[in-house]
Nanobody, 121 residues
Framework: VQLQASGGGLVQAGGSLKLSCVAS????????LGWYRQTPGKQRELVAT???????NYGDSVKGRFTISRDNAKNTVYLQMNSLKPEDTAVYYC????????????????WGQGTQVTVSS
């Protein structure tokens, strides 16, 4: 599976951006798609994920501001980011979780290249 992310850029605080990530390859083995982010010196953190069935999960810092969605026909996951803050500045990575029998073992183990999001104050 290959993941190609796009949509990053520079935006002022309070503004919006929309990220997209297209999955290709053996996409039939994929269940979850999502976004993580990382800043220098910090661990990669969860932004949002969405399963093939539409169940979503958000990191606490983005709840109410970011919305993840998915178009299965286009093998694409989106991240609509509103009310952006300078602390949202990071490299955002698209990720995929292979399908597993037991959802509790779902792991986001496939990574795309990052896209930089910079929010100026």
């Amino acid at each position: 599976v290959q993941l190609q992310a796009s949509g990053g850029g520079l935006v002022q605080a309070g503004g919006s951006l929309k990220l997209s990530c297209v999955a290709s390859g053996s996409i039939d083995v994929i269940d979850g798609l999502g976004w993580y982010r990382q800043t220098p010196g910090k661990q990669r953190e969860l932004v949002a994920t969405i399963t093939s069935g539409g169940s979503t999960n958000y990191g606490d810092s983005v709840k109410g501001r970011f919305t993840i969605s998915r178009d299965n026909a286009k093998n694409t996951v989106y991240l609509q980011m509103n009310s952006l803050k300078p602390e949202d500045t990071a490299v955002y990575y698209c990720a995929a979780a292979p399908r597993v029998l037991n959802p509790k073992y779902r792991r986001y183990s496939v990574w795309g290249q990052g896209t930089q999001v910079t929010v100026s104050s």
